[in-house]
């Protein structure tokens, strides 16, 4: 079993919907908790970066965690074409390394 | 720089052959990472380092893999005797915050081993 799970989707959306991403994780060591996105033939991109248990919002996207239930959501409101990507959410256990989960592919429709 | 620079961007190799992977972090940032990821899979940690000291090596699968980072600054990941089972992108990540996840990528080098 991988120690971050994701659900690999894919998940088709309308323009304007509100997209919802979720993984799990096993490693009770997590202290960072990330989401990145990854266009195809591109690296991933840093999009949320939290720490501990809580909630954090940028612009259209709110990240979650759940410490208690090893549970982390990504949050994309008013979702466009643009927003078309694999989103990988990672943790860490500020010893180094990330480890991450395979990626939900979203597909947002005009 | 103004983002992580890699080198090839495409390599193609004979199976048995060596190849050398060149990753260019972010200028200042002291932590360098790679990566390694399959096709529909998330990266996967091979290694990392502080400056030019290597603190983690436990995810390279064998020993045919070496990285390196002399100076603090470029690095190469090295793959002697490439196998099939190699093909992957590897991919190279900065850091200014340390071992703490807040990673900076490059668009990677998509290894094909024949």
């Known amino acids: 079993q991988k120690e971050v799970e994701q659900d690999p989707g894919p998940l088709s959306v309308p323009e304007g919907a509100i997209v919802s991403l979720n993984c799990t994780y096993s490693?009770?060591?997590?202290?960072?908790f990330m989401w990145y996105r990854q266009y195809s033939r591109k690296g991933p991109e840093l999009l949320m970066y939290t720490y501990s248990s809580g909630n954090k919002e940028d612009g259209r996207f709110t990240a979650q965690v759940d410490k208690s239930s090893k549970y982390i959501s990504l949050f994309i409101r008013d979702s466009q074409p643009s927003d078309s990507a694999t989103y990988l959410c990672?943790?860490?256990?500020?010893?180094?390394?990330?480890?991450f989960g395979d990626g939900t592919t979203l597909t947002v429709k005009p | 720089g103004a983002g992580v620079s890699q080198s090839p961007r495409y390599k193609v190799a004979k199976r048995g052959q060596d190849v050398a992977l060149r990753c260019d972090p972010i200028?200042?940032?002291?932590?360098l990472f790679w990566y390694q990821q399959a096709l529909g899979q998330g990266p996967e940690f091979l290694t990392y380092?502080?400056?030019?000291?290597?603190?983690?090596k436990s995810g390279l699968p064998s020993d045919r893999f070496f990285a390196e980072r002399p100076e603090g600054s470029v690095s190469t990941l090295k793959i002697q005797r490439t196998q099939q089972e190699d093909s992957a992108v590897y991919l190279c990540?900065?850091?200014?915050?340390?071992?703490?996840?807040?990673?900076?990528f490059g668009s990677g080098t998509q290894l094909s081993v024949l």
């Open positions: 200028s200042g940032h002291v932590s």
């Open positions: 990672a943790g860490n256990t500020n010893a180094g390394k990330s480890t």
């Open positions: 380092f502080q400056n030019e000291a290597q603190l983690d």
């Open positions: 490693n009770s060591a997590f202290q960072y």
């Open positions: 990540a900065s850091s200014s915050r340390g071992g703490s996840g807040e990673l900076f």
